[in-house]
């Protein structure tokens, strides 16, 4: 069984930081990519960062800049940092991890986590 844990959410201000964290745990025999996804109310889910197993990063135009997306592989592990958050960026943030188990690759989520950006 595996499972996909997210912290690091909450309320914050205009301007404010926030940094997720999403560890995965269970018998997991690889990793390769890690993704966050987030989703507005109204709005469809919508692919934020990725970050390969060789450490490659890739943004969606609307967080280019402000967000950075790291991993820790020792700890299974992916965080997203947040900064200079904007109310638009309000919206329930999800991880998605490419995992190894079981003789194959599938791709798992997060439960999510609300992060809410007031102006």
């Known amino acids: 069984q595996v499972q996909l844990v997210e912290s690091g959410g909450g309320l914050v201000q205009t301007g404010g930081s926030l940094r997720l964290s999403c560890a995965a745990s269970?018998?997991?025999?690889?990793?390769?990519?890690m993704r966050w996804y987030r989703q507005a109310p109204g709005k469809q889910r919508e692919l934020v960062a990725v970050i390969t197993s060789g450490g490659s990063t890739n943004y969606a135009d609307s967080v280019q800049g402000r967000f950075t997306i790291s991993r820790d592989n020792a700890k299974n592990t992916v965080y997203l940092q947040m900064n200079s958050l904007k109310p638009e960026d309000t919206a329930v943030y999800y991880c998605n991890v490419d995992l190894f188990r079981s003789g194959t690759w599938r791709d798992y989520w997060g439960q999510g986590t609300q992060v809410t950006v007031s102006s």
């Open positions: 269970g018998s997991i025999l690889g990793i390769n990519a």
